[in-house]
């Protein structure tokens, strides 16, 4: 098993641009997620999902979209990118409801100019 | 909301033991975990415990559960230089549907 997959690794953009960070997983886990870490402000969840076509906002999700049409992919897009939103962004994964562990990706460092 | 605090840097000696202590607020905390992340990674799962535990002993790390105060701590026995990196706690319950809270992370620095 690969585990997660996240790319790109690293991505510069300019502000006003969009894109999309692509996470994947390959161990069927119905729980998917995104976080955003910052020095001092740890872990930040910014969408979750429990299912595919299924999805939720977390505690900082302004700025950022997602959907979940496969159980494995959870694509978290950037709609007009701003200097705040540089940050490594985390996608993480787990197996079902009260499980005792979240796989993480290797995670996206992002850079907005 | 749930919130999870943790003090931001601890600095031990190698060969002595680390202890990283964690509060958390949401009495319903079901899971409560340990992740380590080192530089440029991810992170990873070391340890965690039930709710209805107050010790767990895995190898060099004890992890002592305090449910009445809500306090975790995380020991590190005999502190290794490759123990160096951010440890988060995080906090979970039964119905937070595959969504943890993390605490903002306790920078380990091992000195030789």
């Known amino acids: 098993n690969a585990g997660v997959t996240q790319t790109p690794k690293f991505q510069v953009l300019k502000t006003g641009q969009s894109m999309t960070l692509q996470c994947a997983q390959d161990m069927n886990h119905e729980y998917m997620s995104w976080y955003r870490q910052d020095p001092g402000m740890g872990l930040r969840l910014i969408h979750y999902s429990v299912g595919a076509g299924i999805t939720d906002q977390g505690e900082v999700p302004n700025g950022y979209n997602v959907s979940r049409s496969t159980t494995e992919d959870f694509p978290l897009r950037l709609l007009s990118a701003a200097p705040s939103q540089t940050s490594v962004y985390f996608c993480?994964?787990?197996?079902?409801?009260?499980?005792?562990?979240?796989?993480f990706g290797p995670g996206t460092r992002l850079t907005v100019t | 909301g749930e919130d999870v605090e943790q003090s931001l840097f601890l600095s031990v000696r190698e060969g002595d033991s680390s202890v990283i202590n964690c509060t958390y607020t949401?009495?319903?905390?079901?899971?409560l975990y340990w992740y380590k992340q080192e530089p440029g990674a991810g992170l990873q799962l070391l340890t965690y415990?039930?709710?209805?535990?107050d010790m767990k002993q895995d190898q060099r790390l004890t992890v002592l559960l305090n449910k009445k105060d809500k306090h975790l701590s995380l020991r590190i026995a005999d502190t290794q230089t490759g123990d160096s990196a951010i440890y988060f706690c995080a906090e979970k319950g039964d119905t937070n549907a595959g969504k943890s809270t993390f605490g903002d992370g306790t920078t380990l620095t091992v000195k030789p």
């Open positions: 949401d009495s319903s905390s079901t899971y």
């Open positions: 415990i039930f709710s209805n535990m």
């Open positions: 993480a994964s787990s197996k079902e409801k009260g499980t005792t562990e979240q796989y």
